[in-house]
Every structure is written in structure tokens, then in C-alpha cells.
């Protein structure tokens, strides 16, 4: 009896195992798919890189930055994949970076879940213009996501609903 109860216990933790595994393997394909469909949206500026940023929602919020770089005085193209969210988040786009308490916010969209959202310097170099006169071209941006808490979350074994991911590809202008 006793080695039935653990042939059957040992049984349940494979299965479990190997049906998390296969999640998490359909999750990362499916980010590959999205940083595709990205890249297609830069044109016609040229692919330049890409940042995939993965996080677990929780009860409470979050925030995550990505730096980007803009070289050269060259227009840039932003390609947000946001497919690979389970709930919506905010996009916020800023000159510097959180440290900064005086930073300027450049651009911020929300709606981005199951979307894919494009901005360009060309815009993010107006508004910072307008909000800062005489501050130059900018040079760099930073990318921060908002992520709002999810009641009922698991905070410490979180699950494949509460897995997302956004994907920022970024492009260049020929």
C-alpha cells in the first residue's frame, strides 16, 4: 500500500512537472513569433535589437526599465509586442532614469495587451523639446513598464496565467 501511494505520488509530481515544462516551452515560442511581428512593424527603418523583459504579475505593482541607446543623432523606431500579457500594463517612456527624480516623461501608453504598439524618436525628441528647451538631442531613453498587482497572484510559486513577457524591438532609420 505504501509503495503504491508513492509510486502514484512520484506519477503526479512527473506529469505536473512535464506539463509546467511544456508551458514554459510554448511561452518562449510564442515570444519568438511576437519579436518577429515586431521586427515587421520597424519597416521600413532597419532592425537594430531587440529586449525581451519577463515578469511574474504579484499581488502588489512593479515597475521594470529597460535603457535604450540612440546613436548618431539617427531616428529610431520602437516596436512594443505586448501579446505575451495576461493583463495590461503601462508603458512610460522617459530621459533618464529612475533615479532622477526631475526626469521628463516622454511618452506613456496603456492598452498595449494583446497589441503591438509603435512610437519614434521623431515624437519622444518633440515632446522632450517641448517640456525642456535647449536640452539637446536626446541620446539615450528609458523604457519603464508599470505593472500593475493582480489580486489573488501567487507571489512565491507564481503560474503560466500570471507569466508575461513584452518585447521592445528597436530599428533605425536608413
Known sequence: MKKTFVFIASF???VLFAQ???NLTEFKENIETQKVEAKDALKPYRYDGSK????????????KEVEVYLFNQTDYRFSFNGKSLPNDITVQIYDEDATITSRILLKEFTGVMGKNVVVETTELQKAYDTKKPNGGRLKRVFVSYAIPGVPGAENKTPTMKERGAMVLVMGYKM
Do not use: L
Open 20 to 22: 509546467t515544462a511544456a
Open 12 to 14: 503526479c509530481f512527473v
Open 52 to 63: 525581451v523583459t519577463y515578469f511574474n504579475f504579484k499581488t502588489y505593482k512593479q515597475t
